[in-house]
């Protein structure tokens, strides 16, 4: 019964953010990660039927939930639903001229453009997967992720220097302006200091 989920979902619809933004809702989303009726869900969350069936059919209208199938109980038929991902990202597209973009190159060791960068990849990876999705198609990305220890701040500014020059060595190799088929890609690379798992949002080692 249980329908094979997308690890992740991109959220560019305001009404769809706006559900993820209120906790019973987030709340539901959470359980269906595996199909569950109203009633099954109503008393875990001490919450009435007729409230989880309210907020089951708001989240039906979005997309962010769909029904995978029917249980009979006694005399009643239950529908069960299942969220439609396992998680959900928000595209910053949804706040218009208030979301962030990348702040000009020479600031690029503040947090601001790193935020910038992200938002920036988040709205134009949003906008690609709907367009894919529209068309029956994917499109091309890579992801790398590394985590380094710095000794020292200076191991850090020499690791920022070599990374610097073999990124522009790269570029000036592959990019070719007079390609009559190419395409354009656009390559972000940052780095912040790793959150420990136990620790607030805004902690994070210092070098």
Same mark, same amino acid.
């Given at each position: 019964m249980t329908a094979a989920l997308p690890e992740l979902s991109l959220v560019h619809e305001p009404a769809q953010a706006s559900s993820l933004i209120?906790?019973?809702?987030?709340?539901?989303?959470?359980?269906?990660?595996?199909?569950? !009726?109203?009633?099954?869900?109503?008393?875990?969350?001490?919450?009435?039927?007729? !409230?989880?069936?309210?907020?089951?059919?708001?989240?039906?209208?979005?997309?962010?939930?769909?029904?995978?199938?029917?249980?009979?109980?006694?005399?009643?038929?239950?529908?069960?639903?299942?969220?439609?991902?396992?998680?959900?990202?928000?595209?910053?597209?949804?706040?218009? !001229?208030?979301?962030?973009?990348?702040?000009?190159?020479?600031?690029?060791?503040?947090?601001?453009?790193?935020?910038?960068?992200?938002?920036?990849?988040?709205?134009?990876?949003?906008?690609?997967?709907?367009k894919a999705a529209a068309e029956g198609k994917r499109f091309a990305t890579l992801t790398l992720e590394a985590e380094i220890r710095f000794a020292s701040a200076e191991a850090r500014a020499a690791f920022a220097a070599e990374l610097t020059d073999a990124v522009a060595r790269l570029v000036a190799r592959f990019h070719d302006d007079h390609a009559p088929a190419g395409r354009t890609f656009r390559l972000v690379v940052g780095t912040h200091p790793k959150v420990p798992p136990a620790a607030p949002a805004s902690g994070g080692d210092r070098v």
């Open positions: 209120d906790a019973t809702r987030r709340d539901l989303l959470e359980r269906l990660r595996e199909p569950g !009726s109203a009633a099954g869900l109503a008393r875990p969350l001490g919450i009435p039927r007729q !409230s989880i069936n309210y907020h089951l059919r708001e989240l039906e209208r979005t997309g962010l939930v769909r029904c995978v199938g029917e249980q009979r109980k006694g005399n009643c038929t239950e529908r069960l639903m299942q969220a439609t991902a396992r998680a959900f990202v928000i595209s910053p597209e949804i706040l218009g !001229s208030l979301a962030p973009s990348p702040a000009p190159a020479e600031d690029r060791m503040s947090a601001a453009t790193l935020v910038g960068a992200a938002a920036e990849t988040i709205r134009s990876v949003s906008a690609l997967d709907r």
